[in-house]
Structure formats: structure tokens, C-alpha cells
């Protein structure tokens, strides 16, 4: 049974002002950005905001997530996207609720510009690569020059206490080049609510930096960059900071490992309920799979013609539903099935082989989860010695 849409990602711009050597959108296989028109078209949005309602109504949802997003959302005027949150409050069903959430490289945000999108209960999730200049050297603009000065500048003024309620936290890509520890306190620095930190897109064919790609049967004993560095941070926040900071990854990583549910695409087993509407209407999955091949994210659908039930009988959504049944047999086989789920669907794919294989980061996860078990292991048996309830 399909799981209905949760989570919209809509597309506001289509480009950027910055040219992040890293970017997965611009610098991937997939181009078709070039074709995309640069804003939404007020009759986009409206459509979309419709198709919600009617999603949110159709399927009795008490809530519904709708992230504004890029290339650059900021490039649209603010209250243009206060606009459309607005209609889509007003045609969801009475009794669902709608978090609105706007995700910015932050350069483009004024205190003008916060108080606008506060004014509309649109919270602020800042993307940066750490908290120090060194950190952020990947992040210019067309031209190539740093775009540091702004990040800071915004995180200060998302960190003010006026704003804090529009603060929703920031998004890290990992890069085990840096010092793991000395980035994740750079980003304490900065009082975010919470971290969220993700793994760079790659793939068995397109291999992030560090790791090799090739067959993943031949993949036993390789190195495991990524997961020694989250496990670097890990041990920092579990023994100082875990009761005061949000990070998204270990928390849901401890979540599974106690059997609750989980609710990130990066681990576990559950549905995936996130869509993308792009600025022409367009109804696809996740950006991420653009990394994979070109059309790797399409459904040839669109807001104006069809509805999202519509998109929930596509094979790749519908893949990314089936839980278990649509992992490879060595996942299927996998002690960790439950908490790891074959990590992120892009990160699996390989060219001629599709998706049905492990992660590229494979290793890495086993390594995480391992280490995260062991802190869990740690913790019982010090309540069981101290006769503390478990």
C-alpha cells in the first residue's frame, strides 16, 4: 500500500548565486536545470499549493512539511513565498498543520528579509560547511570569491535572540578532509538548534571524494573515511552535548538501534515520503538521484495535470516504499538491515546494475552504527552496575 506525501520540496529558483564546487545540482550528470525556468510562475505555485490540499485532504494528514528550495530560494522576494505558504494553509484541510521551512547558503539573508518569512512561520535552515573560514573554501560565487562573510553574517543574525524561533538549524556536508572535532565545535560556536550533517552524493559509478567505486562485491576492507570521521564527532556530542544539541544523524541512528521508528531517508526502513515540485511544475523524486544519470528524478508528471497520488505508482518511488523487498540480497542478509536500510537511495546506484546494491558508503555506515551500538552497550551496563532502571 503506498505511503501518501509528506514532505514537499518545491522548487522556488532554479538557480544560484553561489558556484560551490561540490554543488550536486550543477555540477552533476543530470543538466536539466539549464532547462528549467528561473522562478516559479505564480500559476505554478498556485497548482502546487492546490495538489497539497488535495493530497493532505485525500489522505487525512494531520501535517504536512513544505521545504522551500533552490538553487537559491532567497532569490525570490520573500513575500512571494509567504504568499504561497499562505496558500497552502488555506487549502489543506482544517486540523492540518503546516511547517513551512525555507533552506538558504544564507548569503542573501537580511534582518528584512528574516522578519518577512517570520511573518509567515517560514523557519530558516542555513547550509555551510563548518563554522570557520578554512571550512567554507569550497563555497564562491561566480566570480570565486569566498562567500564566508555573508555565511557568518547570517548565522549571527539566524543566532540573535529576536530570531531564534526562525532558526530551524544548519545542514553540513561532511568532508573528511577537516578535523571533525574542531568543525563540529566551529558550528557550536555558532548556537545553531540543531545539526544536521549528510554525506556528499556519490555512487558505485561517481564515487564521492575518498572512495572507490567499481563492483561492491569487491569492496570488503576498504577504508572508511566517512564513518571514522562521524564517529570522531559522535563521541564529542555523545558525552558533552547530547542533551542540548540536535544532531539528526545520531539521533536517529540511536532511535533505530532501540527499535523506535525511524524518519530520515539516510537510514532505516521506513517509506519515503518526500516529493519534488521543480519551477516548471515538474513532479519528481528527490535532487540526490540527479547524481545517478540524467532523468534519473523524473515521473513525467506535473502539477498541473495530475495529482500527487499520482506520483506515489511511480516504479521509483514505489521502489523507495517497498522497505526490505527492494534492497540487494546482501542488505537483505545484513545484521544491520533495520537500522542501516542500505543508507541513501542515490548512493547505491551503479551504472548498467540500478539501484538494487549497497551504499558506496557501506562501510562507512557499518562503521557509525557499530560504534553507536557500543556507546548504547556502554550506558546499559553502567545503569545495570549501578542498579539504575535501563
Known amino acids: 500500500m503506498p505511503v501518501p506525501f509528506r514532505q514537499f520540496i518545491v522548487k522556488v529558483n532554479s ?46 494528514l494531520p501535517a504536512v512539511s513544505v521545504v522551500l528550495h533552490g538553487g537559491e530560494p532567497l532569490l525570490t522576494d520573500p513575500e512571494v513565498l509567504g504568499g504561497f505558504v499562505r496558500q497552502v494553509r ?10 513551512a521551512t525555507l533552506q538558504t547558503n544564507g548569503v542573501l539573508l537580511t534582518e528584512e528579509k528574516l522578519h518577512a518569512l517570520a511573518a509567515h512561520g517560514i523557519a530558516v535552515g542555513l547550509s555551510l560547511d563548518g563554522g570557520l573560514a578554512r571550512h567554507n573554501a569550497q563555497r564562491v560565487d561566480h566570480a570565486g570569491r569566498p562567500a564566508w562573510d555573508g555565511i557568518r553574517r547570517a548565522a549571527r543574525l539566524l543566532a540573535e535572540p529576536r530570531h531564534r524561533a526562525a532558526y530551524s538549524g544548519v545542514l553540513c556536508v561532511v568532508d573528511p578532509a577537516t578535523d571533525p572535532v574542531e568543525l563540529y565545535e566551529s558550528l557550536l560556536l555558532l548556537d545553531p538548534p540543531g545539526v544536521e550533517f549528510i554525506l556528499p552524493h556519490g555512487n558505485w559509478t561517481s564515487p564521492p571524494p575518498g572512495l572507490t567505486g567499481g563492483d561492491p562485491a ?55 515520503t518526500a516529493v519534488v515540485v521543480e519551477t516548471d511544475g515538474g513532479i519528481e523524486q528527490v535532487d540526490a538521484l540527479k547524481t545517478a544519470y540524467p532523468g534519473a528524478a523524473a515521473t513525467g508528471l506535473d502539477v498541473f495535470s495530475h495529482p500527487f497520488d499520482a506520483a506515489l505508482g511511480h516504479p521509483g518511488i514505489a521502489a523507495r516504499q517497498a522497505g526490505r523487498d527492494a534492497l540487494a540480497p546482501a542488505c537483505r542478509r545484513c ?14 546506484y551503479r551504472a548498467g546494475h540500478g539501484f538494487a546494491n549497497p551504499s558506496v558508503y557501506c562501510a562507512d555506515l557499518q562503521r557509525l552504527i557499530y560504534h553507536v551500538a557500543g556507546a548504547l552497550r556502554t550506558v546499559a551496563s553502567d545503569r545495570a552496575a549501578s542498579g539504575a532502571a535501563p
Open 218 to 272: 569487491a569492496s570488503a576492507g576498504r577504508p572508511t573515511p566517512y564513518g571514522d570521521w562521524l564517529c570522531a564527532v559522535f563521541d564529542r556530542w555523545w558525552h558533552d552535548d547530547r542533551r542540548r544539541v540536535g544532531v539528526r544523524l545520531f539521533r536517529e541512528c540511536v532511535a533505530l538501534l532501540l527499535g523506535l521508528p525511524g524518519a530520515v531517508e539516510t537510514l532505516g526502513l521506513q517509506a519515503f
Open 335 to 348: 545484521a544491520l538491515v533495520e537500522v542501516c536500510g542500505a543508507g541513501h537511495y542515490a548512493h547505491r
Open 90 to 99: 488555506e487549502r489543506v484541510p482544517p486540523g492540518c498543520a503546516v511547517r
Open 15 to 60: 538557480r544560484c548565486n553561489l558556484a560551490c564546487t561540490y554543488c550536486y545540482m550543477y555540477f552533476a550528470a543530470d543538466q536539466g536545470w539549464r532547462r528549467q525556468p528561473v522562478a516559479a510562475s505564480p500559476r505554478m505555485l498556485r497548482h502546487t499549493a492546490r495538489r497539497i490540499g488535495e493530497h493532505a485532504a485525500a489522505h487525512r
